[in-house]
């Protein structure tokens, strides 16, 4: 099964408008931690955002949040006010601990969404 | 910028050869993780390296191998290249893998088998 599933492979949003890339995960981890990463044309992997299982509350960074559903296993990330530089792939990714629980490893990534902005 | 630099930004090299892709960590992350970008199989951990030790190891091939140095900085060997190696290789750095924090991405480096 898949740990990580982003169910849009491209995504439009007018300038200024918000927009939702979904995000779900499979994990029977109590702790982990998600993360949303935006990869440009250039190619380098920016982080964006992050939420732990245990917060209580969404994460928020700026023009980005995290809409973190536990109980239906979703971490939604939403843009707020897009601008035509938001045009990238976004990529949500999980981070469970490595065999043995002390500690946390690899991130496990979605195939990503494209996202673009119209003017 | 990250602060997790890597070089080269990019290699083309030709089948069979072997290539060294290096990576130094933000300043005080202990933990260094190398992934691989390729179009068919998306983005790959590969392994994982806290203070100088093997951490964890994901689907790295056997002609792959890695390792960090006492100062922190690490290199990824890839041996008798293959056109399927072609992709983006990047590292990223973490402070403490006790904890679940984020990981810092290096800009890449891009590897092209021909």
């Known amino acids: 099964a898949q740990k990580i599933t982003q169910t849009q492979p491209g995504m439009f949003v007018q300038e200024k408008e918000a927009v939702t890339l979904d995000c779900t995960y499979d994990t029977s981890d109590p702790s982990y931690g998600l993360f949303w990463y935006k990869q440009p044309s250039s190619g380098e992997m920016i982080f964006l955002i992050y939420?732990?299982?245990?917060?209580?509350q969404n994460a928020t960074e700026g023009r980005y949040s995290l809409n973190f559903q536990k109980a239906r296993k979703s971490a939604n990330l939403v843009i707020s006010a897009s601008q035509l530089g938001d045009s990238a792939m976004y990529f949500c990714?999980?981070?469970?601990?490595?065999?043995?629980?002390?500690?946390?490893?690899?991130?496990?990534f979605g195939q990503g969404t494209i996202l673009t902005v119209h003017p | 910028d990250s602060g997790v630099t890597q070089t080269p930004k990019h290699l083309i090299t030709a089948t069979g050869q072997r290539v060294t892709l290096r990576c130094s960590p933000r300043?005080?992350?202990?933990?260094v993780y190398w992934y691989q970008q390729s179009l068919d199989q998306g983005l790959q951990f590969l392994i994982q390296y806290y203070n100088g030790e093997e951490r964890a190891k994901g689907n790295i091939l056997e002609r792959f191998s890695a390792q960090q140095f006492p100062d922190l900085h690490s290199e990824l060997n890839l041996s008798s290249l293959e056109l399927g190696d072609s992709a983006l290789y990047f590292c990223?750095?973490?402070?403490?893998?006790?904890?679940?924090?984020?990981?810092?991405f290096g800009p890449g480096t891009r590897l092209t088998v021909t």
């Open positions: 939420q732990g299982s245990y917060d209580q």
């Open positions: 990714a999980m981070r469970e601990r490595n065999a043995g629980g002390t500690s946390y490893g690899k991130l496990t």
């Open positions: 300043s005080g992350d202990l933990s």
């Open positions: 990223a750095s973490s402070v403490d893998p006790s904890y679940s924090y984020e990981q810092y």
